[in-house]
Every structure is written in C-alpha cells, then in structure tokens.
Nanobody
C-alpha cells in the first residue's frame, strides 16, 4: 500500500525558511518521479516543483531560485527546501508520486494537479505572515 506522509509545515514570517519532508512507503521510491503541489484556499491546485528518478528537477516560475526539491532514496524521502518565503506562498502543500516508468520532472510538474499523479499525501499547511 502506497503511503505519502508530509511533515515540516508551520508558520513563519516573510523572508524565513521551511523544509517540507515527504516520507514514502509501499513502492520502489527511487524508480519514480515525485512532485510537490500546493493549493490556496479557494483557488486551483498548482505544481510547485518536481524531481525525476534521475534527479532532474523542474520548478514553477513563482518559486524558481527560492525553493529546492531533492530526494534521499536511501531514506525514501522527498524534500522541499523553501527560502525567502512570501505571504503568497501560504497554502496547503501536497506530496505526489507517479508510478509511470520514465516520467520526467517536467512531465510531473505539468501533470493535472488533481488527477495527474497516481498517489497523493494528505497535505500540510504552510502559513507565511507579513
């Protein structure tokens, strides 16, 4: 049974940093692309960052240069380091996995934000105050 469990969310002031983690289990983590999505209340979910099985990465323009996605295959864990946080980064953040062989980071980032990935975490809240 595939499980994705996010942690590391919380509240910080603008300009601060947070690191989200996503612990994955129930499948061969290292073989597949992973991604982070986020959703502001009342708005559509959007892709934030993605990473392929080969380590290639892709980012939304809104977070380029501020967020870094990484993975530790030995720990079956996905990370999102978020720096220079802005109030507009406030959202629920979701970890997602797709078990399609060969999916690239660009493809994962551009996946349908509700149905385009095979598995989703429950989400974790990030709140940035001004």
């Amino acid at each position: 049974q595939v499980q994705l469990v996010e942690s590391g969310g919380g509240s910080v002031q603008a300009g601060g940093s947070l690191r989200l983690s996503c612990a994955a289990s129930g499948y061969s983590f290292s073989n597949y692309a992973m991604a982070w999505f986020r959703q502001v209340s009342g708005k559509d979910r959007e892709g934030v960052a993605a990473i392929g099985s080969d380590g290639d990465t892709s980012y939304a323009d809104s977070v380029k240069g501020r967020f870094t996605i990484s993975r530790d295959n030995a720990k079956n864990t996905l990370y999102l380091q978020m720096n220079s946080l802005k109030p507009e980064d406030t959202a629920m953040y979701y970890c997602a996995a797709d078990l399609a062989i060969g999916m690239t980071a660009i493809q994962a980032l551009g996946a349908d934000p509700y149905y385009g990935m095979d598995y989703w975490g429950k989400g974790i809240l990030v709140t940035i105050s001004s």
